[in-house]
């Protein structure tokens, strides 16, 4: 007879507790010299594939213990992909209705995976702003009263989720031994609360942020006009920027795919580029870097076709 009494984990607790591997190639000779490590978190191992499940439990779990929603609520957020992907999954475990809003220029995968979760996707012209663009359509509508904005971009529960899970996981998972955390920056939620996490355990961590070259357009990784800069980002956190031009993040996610076994989309591979910078400049250094999401998402937009 089935025990209908017994306890089995959910979706829900899959969240988390991600690989910390050691890249054993793409150092080289230089970094190695130097006795530095070099580490990638697996973040495409969370259940809808990303970081970003992280902050998305976090801020529907969040915003129910407020009292601010409930199983049933329309929720909208804007979104350049992976945030939307957590988000669907999230809304479809909890039981919300899920209104998306993303430029049009998204992988067809990313688009597919959130419209599998059961949201509604809509769709907003790259050449008239992208980003900047559908924030302002999501706070229009919610104005109308058309749903509720989780607003990742301004939500404290966005870092506070890398603060209580993914910052301690890389302290525990290094021995404490971690110098330098590197991290693609976009919304920003993960630099801010892994950032503030390991500072608080040991103030001599150095943070190193990924942001776009001048004219470099790579996924997951923004440089924010002043007007849109994300409300939770605090600039004192971080100590050092290194600027990625898309080519070489492209080169790079193919690079780490074809030597290392890890399939990537850009803006991690983004991130390794700034870590491999820092692993030819530190000297006996822990370095880890967020591999922020999975490369299947991004095998339509021919980023693996082109040989390095």
């Known amino acids: 007879m089935i025990d209908l009494m017994k306890t089995y984990t959910t979706v829900e607790n899959a969240v988390g507790q991600t690989p910390l591997v050691r890249l054993q190639r793409l150092p080289g000779v230089v970094a190695t010299s130097r006795g530095n490590i070099v580490l990638g978190k697996l973040e495409g191992n969370n259940p809808a594939g990303s970081v970003k499940d992280r902050p998305a439990l976090s801020m529907i779990l969040g915003a129910e213990a407020r009292g601010e929603i409930k199983p049933g609520d329309t929720l909208i957020e804007a979104t350049s992909g992976n945030t939307g992907i957590a988000l669907a999954m999230t809304a479809a475990m909890r039981g919300y209705k899920m209104i998306l809003i993303m430029p049009d220029n998204l992988s067809v995968e990313r688009r597919a995976s959130m419209a599998a979760y059961g949201a509604k996707l809509i769709l907003t012209p790259a050449s008239q702003g992208g980003m900047e663009y559908a924030r302002d359509l999501a706070t229009k509508m919610q104005a109308e009263g058309q749903g509720k904005v989780l607003d990742q971009f301004s939500n404290p529960d966005n870092p506070l989720a890398h603060f209580k899970t993914t910052g301690p996981e890389l302290w ?3 021995g404490g031994e971690i110098t330098h955390f590197v991290s693609a920056m976009g919304t920003t939620g993960t630099i801010m609360g892994v950032g503030r996490y390991l500072k608080l355990k040991n103030p001599d961590i150095k943070i190193v942020g990924a942001q776009p070259a001048e004219g470099s357009q790579i996924a997951g990784i923004r440089k924010w006009p002043e ?7 605090d ?10 031009e898309q080519k070489d993040a492209e080169a790079m996610a193919r690079r780490l795919a074809a030597e290392e076994g890890i399939c990537a989309g850009v803006s991690a591979a983004g991130a390794l580029v700034a870590a491999l910078r820092v692993a030819e400049r530190a000297q006996n250094a822990t370095i880890a870097f967020i591999v922020c999401d999975r490369g299947d998402r991004y095998l339509s937009t021919g980023l693996f076709d082109e040989q390095t």
Do not use: G, M
């Open 172 to 174: 525990e998972q290094t």
């Open 227 to 233: 007007a849109y800069l994300p409300a939770i980002y």
């Open 235 to 244: 600039p004192s956190l971080v100590d050092q920027f290194e600027l990625i």
